[in-house]
């Protein structure tokens, strides 16, 4: 079946100027999870979501990061004001409620900002 | 402090060789464990994992990683290493604090396989 989508692959975008990504997890995963690869800090959780629970939003560097999910599925992380520190590669996964554990991720976004 | 070590950031190691990718984790409790694998430009790909029981888990594309309680290690291993396996491996623990189901990562372990 399809796994976890993410749009665009690739985003450079102007230092200042905000960004939305795109996540469509798999289908009937429950759970949705943003992670940020850099270079300087590795890879770090950003936020989760489960349900119709509120979001774990512990991760976020900044109030210009927030996330939101529609409808229990599609997710779009966006960054306001992007600075040259934000660039980095923003991977999301899904998993199940059952297996929460288990998280698959998608290709990732590559944030580029000059 | 709670952290996920991976000591080695390069290995490099010739086709046909067994390896051995180390793994060591700071957490008051066993945590679930976890061995990622990316290949450049994908995402991140659950070789294998272990919550409990036997200590010896095997995983996909040959793989399997051995859970150490005494040593708070989670070392993976692969007897014969294929050019494909050229990547880099990142092991994972989900901590046991708060409920979280968020994965906390090592800093990674870049393997590249000489012909």
């Known amino acids: 079946g399809a796994g976890v989508s993410q749009s665009p692959s690739n985003k450079v975008t102007e230092k200042g100027k905000d960004v939305e990504l795109r996540c469509d997890p798999i289908s009937g995963h429950t759970a949705l999870y943003w992670y940020r690869q850099s270079l300087g800090q590795g890879l770090e959780f950003l936020i989760y979501f489960q349900g119709n629970s509120a979001p774990d939003k512990s991760g976020l560097p900044s109030d210009r990061f927030s996330a939101e999910r529609t409808g229990g599925s599609v997710s779009t992380l966006t960054i306001q004001r992007t600075q040259q520190e934000d660039s980095a590669v923003y991977l999301c996964?899904?998993?199940?409620?059952?297996?929460?554990?288990?998280?698959?991720f998608g290709p990732g976004t590559r944030l580029t900002v000059t | 402090a709670q952290s996920v070590t991976q000591p080695d950031i390069h290995i490099t190691v010739s086709e046909g060789a067994s390896l051995e990718l180390r793994c060591n984790y700071s957490y008051g409790a066993t945590p679930y464990l976890f061995w990622y694998v990316q290949s450049p430009g994908q995402g991140l790909q659950l070789l294998l994992k272990y919550f409990s029981g036997d200590t010896l888990v095997q995983g996909i594309k040959g793989f399997e990683a051995e859970f150490k309680r005494s040593q708070s290690s989670f070392n993976l291993r692969k007897p014969s290493v294929h050019w494909s396996d050229a990547a880099e491996y990142f092991c994972?623990?989900?901590?046991?604090?708060?409920?979280?189901?968020?994965?906390?990562f090592g800093a990674g372990t870049r393997l590249a396989v000489h012909p």
């Open positions: 994972a623990v989900v901590p046991f604090s708060g409920g979280y189901n968020k994965l906390i």
């Open positions: 996964a899904s998993s199940t409620r059952e297996l929460a554990y288990e998280q698959y």
